[in-house]
C-alpha cells in the first residue's frame, strides 16, 4: 500500500465522525434559497451602516457613559461578601483538583468521565457565554489564582518580610506574546490533537498548565502573568468587555500601585483591572452596570500583541466551523495528494499523530496566518480611504490596533452560534457525572442513570438562533467601529468614509459565518 492510499484510507474514515460532531440526524428544510438567507443577512448589517451613520453623530468618551453599583443594593452587597465569594474560589479549586483526579484515576471513556466535559463544554464554551453576557466571572473564580493568592497569604503570615515572587522584571518587549502562544497551543488541542477528549491526556494538559501558571506567578508576580501570561484571563476578559457590567475602584488611589501605573489613567479609575479593584478598600469597591459592549471601545490602542490575541480567538472559531463542511474534506483531499505538502505532512505526522492531524495543522496555520493578513490588508484600505486631512490622528498600526476591538460581538456571536447544540446536548452529561465522576459505577447524589435528551434541540432552532446571532453580532460590530471612528477622528465624513472597507469586511463575513453554519444544519438541495 502506497503512502498516499494509507493517507486516503484514514482520511476517508475520520472526516465524516468530524462533520457528525455538529450536524443532526435531520437536517433543517429551509422555507427560502440559502442564497436569500445570506442576501438578506448582507442587506441587513448594509443597512444597519446607513442608518447609524445617519442618527450616531457624536461618541462620548472612554468613560462618558452612565453606569449603576449594584453593590449599593444589600442583597447584592451579601452575594459579594468574603465569605460567599471564598466558598465558590474554593469550589471551583475542587473542580480543578477532581478534573485531574478523575482524568489520571477514572474511566478512560470520555463520555464516564468528568475531565472531558467540564473542560470542553462547561468551561471553555458555557463560560465564554458567561463571560460575554453576564461578566468577568472568570476574575473572581480562576482557580489557579486562588491557589496562588491562597500561597501569598499563608507566605505572609510566616514570613511577612520576604516578598511573594522572585520579583524578576517583566520584558516589556514581551508584551502579551505568552498568552498569544499558550492560546495558540490550545486552539491547537481543541481542534487538531487527537487526545483531546482523552481524560487521562487531558489531565496531564491540565497539570502542565497549573505548573506553567504558577512559574510565571513565582518568577514575575501573580498579577503580572494573569495581564501577560494566563491566556484565558485576556481572552474572557475581552470577552467581558462586551458584558453589562463592570468592577473597578471608586477612585484612582488603588491604580498608583497597580503594576501597570504606568499606563493608568490618572483621571479615570481603570475597568476590570482585578489588582486595582483587590487593591481597594471595601467601601471604594464597584460592581457596576453599564451599557452594552461599550468595554469594546478603549481610550488607548491595544497592544499589538492582544490585537492578534483577538484576531486568533475570532478565526479559531471559524477554522473549527470549517471543519464540519464538505468544502474542508476537498481541501484535505486536495492537500493529501499534492506532492508540495507531503514533505511536511511527512514531518508533522509523527509530532500530530497521523497525517490526518499533520494536515489540520498545516491548515489551521495558514488559516489563521491568513486572518491576519486579512484584516492587516483592510487596516491599510482604512487608512487609504480617510481623508488626508485627518490620517495624521493615527498611524497605520493604530488604527488596526483600535478598531479590532470591535470584532469581539462577531467572536462572541460565532461562539453562541456555533456551540449551542454542542452545550445543550453533551452538557447534559454533567448530570450523570456528578454522582459518579470518575466513572466507577457511584451514585453519590442520584443522577447517575439520567439519559442524555438529543431531541432537547433541533436544527430549525440552531439555525434560527445562528442567524439572529450572527447578524446581530455584526451589526453590533459596524456600530462600534463607526463609534470608535468618530472618537478618533471627531469628524463624521472623515469617520464615515474610513469604515466603508470594514462594511464590506463586515457584509462579506456575515455571508461566510451563515454559510458555514448552514452546511451541517440545513437541506440545501
Known sequence: MTIKTALF??????????GLAHGFAQRYDLPVPLALYLGGAAAAVAL????????LRHEHGANGYWRANLLRSLPLRLLAHPVLTGLLRLLTVLVLL??????LFGNTNPFENFAPTTVWVIWWVGLAYVS???GDLWALINPWNTVYRS?????????PAKPTCLGIRYPKCMGDWPAVIIFLGFVWAELVWLSSDSPRSLAWAVCAYSVTTWAGMLLFGRHVWLRHGEAFTLVFGFLARFAPTEYRSKNTSPCIACTESSSANTHYSRTN?????????????????RPWAVGLLPEHPIRRSQMVLVLIMLSSVTFDGLLA????ASVAEWMLYSDALRPAILLLQGPTGNAIAAISTIALVVFLGGFQVLYALFSVLMRRATPAAFRSRASLADMARWFVLSLVPIALAYHLAHYLSFLMIVGQYMIPLISDPLGLGWDIFGTSLYVVNLAVVNARFIWITTVIAIVTGHIVAVYLSHAMALRIFQDRRAALLSQVPMLFLMVGYTMLSLWIMAQPVVETG
Do not use: D, H, M, Y
Open 132 to 134: 460575554g453576557l453576564a
Open 273 to 289: 483591572c482585578l489588582e486595582c479593584f483587590e487593591n481597594a478598600a471595601a467601601e471604594n469597591r464597584q460592581f457596576n452596570i
Open 98 to 103: 477532581l478534573v485531574v483526579i478523575a482524568g
Open 9 to 18: 484510507a484514514l482520511l476517508a474514515t475520520t472526516i465524516p465522525s468530524v
Open 325 to 328: 463542511t464538505p468544502l474542508w
Open 48 to 55: 444597519s451602516f446607513v442608518v447609524i451613520a445617519f442618527f
Open 151 to 159: 500561597l501569598e497569604w499563608l507566605a505572609r503570615k510566616l514570613r
